[in-house]
């Protein structure tokens, strides 16, 4: 694999395979060692040994929080500090050391291990952050005053100390759980950013910003920025759509609606011309969430819901059809091919 | 030929996408974020400090409570002439303040067997007596800003007037700006009040000078008002 992904790395540099073939010889070969792997003992144990660690490690983690629950308030800052800071090194060391392991299970596991070390530190932001002790330490050396800090301000420095980290940690490991943990902070970061009085009162800027970066993720992904791309449509689709249902709720709720519908059909389109059948569903909630609501806003009587559910409908079906002709096309073009 | 420690990462870092989607995708959140910046931010009318002048002129502090999220617990906060906001205490159980008188800072807390109404000390927050109430005090009124004083707002202007309709502060303000809740001190000649901006604003009753900022980082807490020192509590 090690070989393999060399030379593509050349070919590619050498343009003489595009980055789609590279993904998909690597997918491919990726797909064909890991049945491999599943003919031998060893690897037929794997996923199971893989299993009964994660298991093993929740219920060790969740004995530390009950050990942790009883004792943290009688913990000085100090106290708190050190077994936090020991358990960030703890899962950053394991993740390190792991790190050039080749097997699939080991490689999710320093993922794990590595956005959990990420955690940590969110976490080790946090106990410095609240205590005094470590708010008066903070404003000697950046004069802050962390010490007046509200919840706000305090959720904004340990998302934007977490997305720094997670954002560093996605390019050289190119997973879904860095790919999750970046977007969740960079989600937390906007949200809290917003929530700021200067921003509150009228139209829900956070939330409209929120969709921008739900959108922007799906453009990524479409245009192989992500890896794996399908998650990275899948949570850009769901934070664009319910940004844009956060934002409809306040002032400008008519236009917002319909930008929120436009998204879901611009997702149903994709999807249906791409044959991403993701896309299609993710975009169908959508309709199915908008199109109801713009329709009782132009008719606000009786008679809007029963057109709302006609128009829904009628909608979907349209969707279906082109779905099945889009396959039959393909389907046929296929057969046509020499 | 480069090498890697990490071959199974190495095999997803080697695609680089489509330069047109990553133009297009930062395009769309710069563009959203200078908008949201434009037309998001609330701008709240530009006002001074409390002068000397002003401080001296002030007939005692205001004390009120606020919910504060780090502690989880409930701040009693006091302005006094001489400076800028200070939280005596935090307690699960304070509620809000319901006068200042000679004795100290009187409080309403919660227990499990009614209120108490309670004297504090207002230099520590310190509580110097405290007396059941068998039951529960009716909440002030929700409605409108306090002691019947009203916002009205007409092509741009905000208009704060008294209740024989002295207008007492005409400003320019975004509609989205707003006065939080207001009190009148004892001598009648002062009106303290807390605005959307998080701020502490004091201003002449009679509306002759425009309000100066006492205090910042004020947080609204629903219909809690502040209360002037001097402010007899209402018979209990």
Not at chain 2, 72 to 80: F, I, K
Request: aromatic fraction near 8%.
């Amino acid at each position: 694999m090690r070989d393999i992904a060399e030379r593509l790395s050349d070919w590619r540099s050498a343009g003489l395979v595009t980055a789609k073939q590279v993904k998909d010889i690597t997918s491919y070969e990726r797909q064909r060692a890991a049945a491999a792997s599943k003919t031998t003992p060893e690897g037929r144990t794997a996923p199971v040994a893989e299993a009964i660690g994660y298991v093993g490690a929740a219920i060790a983690l969740a004995a530390v929080g009950i050990l942790l629950g009883d004792r943290w308030a009688d913990l000085n800052f100090g106290g708190r500090l050190a077994i936090v800071a020991l358990l960030t090194l703890i899962l950053a060391g394991a993740a390190f050391t792991l790190r050039g392991n080749p097997r699939e299970p080991i490689q999710r596991l320093v993922s794990v291990l590595a956005v959990s070390a990420i955690g940590g530190t969110g976490w080790l932001t946090a106990v410095v952050l609240t205590n005094p002790e470590g708010a008066d330490w903070i404003n000697s050396v950046f004069s802050l005053g962390v010490t007046n800090w509200r919840f706000r301000e305090i959720a904004l420095t340990i998302a934007l100390v977490m997305f720094a980290l997670a954002a560093a940690l996605y390019p050289f490991r190119r997973r879904a759980f860095p790919q999750l943990a970046t977007f969740v902070a960079l989600l937390v970061v906007v949200g809290t950013v917003f929530a700021r009085p200067a921003f509150t009162g009228g139209v829900s800027w956070g939330a409209i910003v929120i969709w921008a970066v739900g959108v922007a993720w799906v453009l990524l992904a479409l245009g192989e920025w992500h890896e794996p791309p399908e998650l990275a449509i899948a949570t850009g689709s769901a934070a664009a759509l319910i940004g844009a249902i956060a934002a409809a709720a306040g002032d400008g709720r008519g236009w917002l609606l319909w930008l929120g519908l436009a998204t879901a059909v611009a997702l149903m389109w994709r999807g249906v011309i791409f044959d991403t059948i993701l896309m299609v569903a993710l975009g169908a909630i959508g309709v199915l969430v908008f199109v109801p609501q713009i329709i009782l806003e132009v008719f606000p009587e009786g008679s809007g819901s029963i057109v709302a559910m006609l128009v829904t409908g009628l909608l979907l079906v349209v969707f279906a059809v082109g779905i099945a002709r889009e396959r039959q096309d393909h389907g046929a073009s296929k057969e046509a091919r020499p | 030929m480069s090498k890697t420690q990490d071959p199974v990462a190495a095999a997803t870092r080697i695609p680089r996408g489509d330069v047109g989607y990553l133009i297009g995708a930062a395009a769309l959140v710069v563009i959203v974020a200078i908008l949201a910046l434009v037309f998001g931010i609330i701008r709240t009318p530009a006002l001074e400090g409390l002068t000397d002048a002003q401080r001296a002129a002030l007939p005692g502090g205001v004390a009120w409570t606020e919910f504060n999220d780090r502690e989880g617990c409930a701040d009693l906060m006091v302005a006094q002439p001489s400076g800028g906001a200070e939280s005596l205490t935090c307690s699960e159980q304070l509620d809000r303040i319901v006068g200042w008188t000679e004795d100290g800072i009187i409080t309403v807390a919660w227990t499990d067997n009614g209120e108490n109404l309670q004297t504090r000390d207002p230099a520590t927050g310190e509580v110097l007596s405290s007396r059941n109430l068998g039951g529960y005090l009716d909440k002030p009124d929700a409605e409108g800003i306090g002691s019947g004083f009203t916002v009205e707002r007409s092509e741009g202007l905000l208009v704060l007037a008294n209740r024989s309709s002295t207008v007492v502060w005409e400003t320019e303000a975004d509609a989205r700006y707003k006065i939080g809740t207001l009190a009148v001190s004892s001598d009648g000649r002062w009106v303290a009040m807390t605005d959307s901006a998080e701020r502490l604003l004091v201003v002449k009753a009679d509306g002759s000078e425009p309000p100066a900022i006492w205090a910042t980082g004020v947080r609204e807490w629903s219909w809690r008002s502040v209360t002037w020192e001097g402010t007899e509590p209402p018979d209990i």
